[in-house]
């Protein structure tokens, strides 16, 4: 697929659905920050789009740095955040150096890695850039969503004057595997972008993401249901996000006894 391409679906998709998604994140995060709070003010955000969460911990007084593997969307958020530190990066082997007390990696962007040694190798990235004291947030969608949601037979619709989407989605339980077809196109830049791609998803259980966890040196210190479209009274599913809080293992293990 084009650059230009991805980087127009990239773009709508955060306009149709990343800012809504972000409303409900800002709440969460506001109250974990409350929660365990820390001297030190040195964030990543991983897979960080066009930076919504950068912005958000830059109004908190943090000190942000972004990982994506678009450069464009980098540039995006270089409108939005332009102080923050800006790397082009794979999540599974992270081009950085040095500690940050705060990661995050939102919008179930890990579920995009279809493999689970793809998961342990960006949970090791993770581990590498954190001190003793520092957390992981991040969202993964919870299994039961993907029937009730990927499933659907309409698709989605989202149309704004700089953009519009369609995805049809599909989900196969045997392989655990969702798939999204997505048409429509975006303006970038002054230019109308054409959209028309393919993109997948793996469904993790919590029992495997914590395996994967453990695996990298992490643990636990909290996971919380997560439901930032209020989706769960329209299907039938418990949860439709699980949002952990990790530490480094010893840490975590701690915290958690």
């Not at 980087?7 to 998604?21: I, Q, S």
């Not at 409900?24 to 365990?36: C, P």
């Not at 993790?204 to 395996?211: A, D, H, L, P």
């Not at 210190?221 to 990790?246: G, M, N, R, S």
Request: proline share 5%; charged share 25%; net charge negative.
């Amino acid at each position: 697929m084009h650059s230009e391409a991805y980087d127009a679906f990239a773009y709508a998709y955060d306009a149709a659905l990343g800012r809504r998604f972000f409303t409900a994140a800002r709440a969460l995060l506001h109250e974990l920050l409350d929660r365990y709070p820390t001297p030190k003010r040195s964030h990543l955000d991983l897979a960080c789009g066009t930076g919504l969460a950068m912005e958000f911990f830059r109004s908190q007084g943090w000190r942000p740095t972004g990982v994506d593997a678009s450069v464009p969307m980098l540039e995006i958020a270089r409108g939005r955040v332009p102080d923050a530190r800006l790397v082009a990066g794979d999540l599974r082997a992270l081009p950085l150096r040095g500690r940050f007390a705060r990661i995050t990696c939102l919008y179930d962007s890990l579920n995009h890695l279809l493999e689970r040694e793809q998961l342990v190798a960006a949970f090791q990235g993770v581990r590498g850039v954190m001190d003793h004291d520092s957390l992981f947030f991040f969202d993964m969608n919870h299994p039961d969503i993907y029937p009730e949601v990927w499933g659907l037979a309409e698709p989605y619709t989202s149309r704004g004057e700089d953009h519009q989407l369609e995805i049809a989605t599909t989900y196969r339980k045997r392989q655990k595997l969702a798939t999204a077809m997505v048409r429509g196109w975006a303006t970038i830049g002054g230019t109308r972008v054409t959209i028309r791609e393919q993109r997948l998803q793996r469904a993790y259980s919590e029992k495997e993401i914590v395996g994967a966890l453990e695996e990298a040196g992490l643990a636990p210190v909290d996971v919380i249901d997560f439901d930032p479209y209020q989706e769960a009274d329209d299907v039938d599913a418990a949860t439709v996000k699980l949002f952990f809080v990790c530490a480094p293992v010893s840490v975590g293990r701690a915290r958690l006894s």
